[in-house]
Nanobody, 123 residues
């Protein structure tokens, strides 16, 4: 069993930065991890992902160049550094774990989810 707990969400003005963290417990070895987000009235979408080795990363086109995903295996923690935030980044951000070494970015393939952390970006 795996538990994922997100933190770091909050309120920020457009152009600002936030860093999200996801603390994982349980069997996370050889699993990829990533972030999804869901805005009100919209479907949950993949934002960023990282392979088990950390050698492969994935970003959606909407965040590429602004967000950076990283993973501290020793601390069993996933991070998402979000810079140049825009109002359209406002959403609940979810940490997810996929029991495969490579991130697929498909929400239906995720094996575990956190409860989410809210990010609000004002214009």
């Amino acid at each position: 069993q795996v538990q994922l707990v997100e933190s770091g969400g909050g309120f920020v003005q457009a152009g600002g930065s936030l860093r999200l963290s996801c603390a994982a417990s349980g069997r996370t070895s050889y699993s990829s991890m990533g972030w999804f987000r869901q805005a009100p009235g919209k479907e949950r979408e993949s934002v960023a992902g990282i392979s088990w080795s950390g050698g492969n990363t994935y970003y959606s086109d909407s965040v590429k160049g602004r967000f950076t995903i990283s993973r501290d295996v020793a601390k069993n923690t996933l991070y998402l550094q979000m810079n140049s935030l825009k109002p359209e980044d406002t959403a609940v951000y979810y940490c997810a774990l996929e029991s495969r070494t490579i991130w697929s970015a498909h929400k239906d393939r995720m094996d575990y989810w956190g409860k989410g952390t809210l990010v609000t970006v004002s214009s």
